[in-house]
């Protein structure tokens, strides 16, 4: 399973980075914003930053809805960076720019899915990932993880290579279940990652060890 870290901002990325488990970085017009990050050239230049610190796949989204505009702005992303994936929103048009982009080899998110046609539809236009947001359907009492095991499903079916990217991550219970699902990739908080390394028996069995480790010396 991949784990991309879902900001924009910049220590966060190289503290999970540090951490040596970074597969990526998923960012999107809030997360800029709430990172201060604004106008044309800011965020060019923040992608690049972003590109500069982690090794894997950074999704930047287009603002452009029409197909036109989304592949215009596509291509000048694509341009800054290997490592850009073109994150594209789950409309008519988005579906056409995700297999203009497919065509052409270069790397797409479809981003804002929420249901299992949703997710069909990406898959059969060629997008690289495909964003299932399970925090946002559980905020209004809908199975997220039920829609990561029902694209699962889909996906395994047909042999789709789409990457089941399990968004709007809230907490580290969802990375633990999307993992079990067989997510391909979780993209979360930093919280939701650190969590994976709290258990109280590990503390105080370390701090056992460290106490008759000093008894001996
Ligand atoms: C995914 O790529 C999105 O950036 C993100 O996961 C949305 O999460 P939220 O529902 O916490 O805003």
Sequence with gaps: MKFFIDTANLDQIKEAQELGVLDGVTTNPTLMAKEGITGYNNIINHYKAICEIVEGDVSAEVISTDFEGMV?????????????????PM??????????????GIKTNCTLVFSAGQ???????????????IGRLDDISTDGLGLI??????YDNYGFDTQILAASIRHTMHVID???????????PISAIDG???????????ATFLADYKKGN
């Excluded at 409309?91 to 052409?104: L, M, N």
């Excluded at 999307?178 to 979360?188: E, H, L, N, Q, R």
């Design 72 to 88: 215009r702005e596509g291509e000048a992303l694509a341009e800054l960076h290997s490592q850009i994936v073109v994150k594209i």
């Design 91 to 104: 409309i008519r048009e988005g579906i056409k720019a995700i297999k203009y982009f497919s065509d052409k």
């Design 119 to 133: 997710a069909l539809l990406a898959a059969k236009a060629g997008a690289t990932y495909v964003s299932p947001f």
């Design 149 to 154: 095991q029902e694209i699962r499903l889909i």
């Design 178 to 188: 999307c993992a079990k699902i067989g997510a391909d990739v979780m993209t979360g």
């Design 196 to 206: 994976l390394l709290n258990h109280p028996l590990t503390d105080i069995g370390l």
